[in-house]
């Protein structure tokens, strides 16, 4: 039997839509994109939502749309992909890390507010595998300091705790569409917020600050555009949204098949001694992006190899940011500063989890993990 790490849902449906999409005249930012934007922000139940290209570019163009840059200071956690940190690099800001809560993985809480100078502007935090961050306590820190809360919510367009969804207590909330995620268009991403000015701000810093798209210029009345800003070229396009629709209508239905999975898991391997993995709070729900287990740091590259030798595709999310070499090299970073972000990182593998999994494939999985601990 051979499990692969991750295999997408894109069906019929999403390539007849695209097809749609590219007999017709307009493959760029157009009505797609405006349709994929307002069904997106009616499931995250939020005013605006911004299409773009990565979540990458989303929480980069979230910082900038706030005028963080050179001699500011954004809190986050080093238990996250390296776009998290570096989307603050480069702004121009430097990423502060705390440490995690050894539960969740989440950034601890308790960290932030010590962590806090007369140069910090923003909290970024990461809503990790899926289950949010306290984001209550989060925002009432950010509210006493007159902090900005950018949400890293690559892993948790699904999830809510204690009824809050991303974007309803941050300024943004940015989701990811990479081609591993939850819903994908190989590549791509969103910005979610409450705030119209931002989101105004936001349409136009991911295309050059114009103040009119191609969309406007060419279905209308012809209209000049002016540069108000300096922006990027970030915009997702109609391709990428006429992919998305359909698996934004799947969603939930998606979700129900990851949890059953989850749940398969949890179940085999809460007897198994020298296996432990994050737990999901009871005031949460987890929008159960990874599933991953911790096992013993000696043993665990040992047990990455094992599995693969027996054909099932494995990952390890995350390695620690500040001890990537770059962040090592002009920050000074050693290891043991953030001991549990980097026992995480020792411990850890990311299993199979998709809806595509056959009950079969998890039972295998799950034998071969048994197997390769004992
Ligand atoms: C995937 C991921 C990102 C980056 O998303 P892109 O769309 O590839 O830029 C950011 N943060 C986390 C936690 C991720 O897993």
Known sequence: ???????????????????????SIFLTTGDVVQEFEEKFSKYIKCKHSIGVTSCTAAMYLSLLAHNIGPGDEVITTPMSFIATANSILHTGAKPVFVDVESETGNINEELIEPAITDKTKAILPVHLYGQMCDIKKIKNIAAKYGLLVVEDAAHCIEGEREGIKPAQLSDTACFSFYATKNITSGEGG???????????????LRLHGMTKGAAERYTKKYQHYDMELLGWKFNMDNIQAGLLLNQ?????????????????YEEAFSEVT?????????????ARHLFTIWLDPKKRNEIIFKLQDQRIGVAVNFRPIHLMKYYRKNFGYKKGVFPLAEKIGASTITLPLYPKLTDEEVEYVIRVVKRAIS
């Open 190 to 204: 969103a910005i979610s917020t409450n705030n119209e000015k931002i989101a105004n701000k936001l349409r136009q």
């Open 274 to 286: 020298g296996v432990d993995y994050p737990k999901i709070l009871p005031n949460s729900r987890s």
């Open 1 to 23: 039997m051979k499990v692969e790490f991750f295999r997408h849902n894109i069906g019929q449906e999403e390539i007849n839509k695209v097809a749609e999409v590219l007999s």
């Open 248 to 264: 934004l209508y799947l969603i939930e239905k998606q979700l129900k098949r990851r949890e059953q999975i989850w749940k398969m």
